[in-house]
């Protein structure tokens, strides 16, 4: 007997010796014994469908709602003003669709909150939940300075890494002090994403990514202030000088002393504002 070749149909193929006694499986779940006569071919024909045409809004919820939490950040949108959908799809150029998904996405992170009739506000900042999350930070980044530190001193760092952490260092530094606000929270996250991916452990990159919407707020706070962009990016060089040095020691202290400083920082902030 010569079978068909099924590979070419992309069928699944399966072959029974010949004299070998086998099974055969039909759509009503009976089955047929059959004895091999010759080598048997039994296919199974893979289910195909039509490539659906792929939703663009989902694209268009991820980018509203980037540029949501962007203005949060920066203070565009200040803590307590009230959200108008209307307002925003039209600043953003979309409908209120993907604006009302966004919010639900800002909502869920405790970005904005219901005020009653006043429908969504921006929600204040707590102290609290930054003093939490930095005190989480300063642990991860010290900790990422530190394997990142080792790997360079074993040599197990590629030079493409390396180099991209040098720019992203380089683009904070290059900034003009008279910056937007939001130019600076964009290097400053650069800078740190760039230094968690030197680590080699993606668990902090990946555990950070999810509280940057309320780190970058903490981040506009502070950064806000055009005496602190200075300072902030000299800690950035002095952690990354060490960190290419292989010095771990010293790479784990420039990095927790750097966190500290700006959870610090953000606190006497924020006591500073609720005062007033």
Known sequence: MQPRDARASGEAIRTVPAGQRYMRA????????????????????????????????????DRAYEQLVAAIADGTLAPGQRIRQEELGRALGVSRQPISHALQLLKQQKLVEESGRRGLVVSEIDPARVRDLYQVRSALDALAARLAADLVAQRLIAAPQSQAAERALAAGLTLLPDAPVLAFIQADVAFHIALYRLSGNQA???????????????????????????LVWAEHREILRCVLAGDAPGAERAARGHTDRAGSETARRLRQSSAS
């Open 26 to 61: 039909h759509r009503d779940k009976s089955f047929t014994c059959l004895d091999g006569i010759d080598t048997i071919e039994f296919r199974i024909q893979k289910p195909t469908r039509p490539m659906q045409p792929l939703d663009p809004q989902p694209a268009l919820i």
């Open 204 to 230: 902090i990159e990946d555990t950070v990514a999810a509280q940057w919407p309320h780190l970058k707020r903490s981040m506009g706070a502070v950064l806000d202030d055009p005496k602190q962009r200075p």
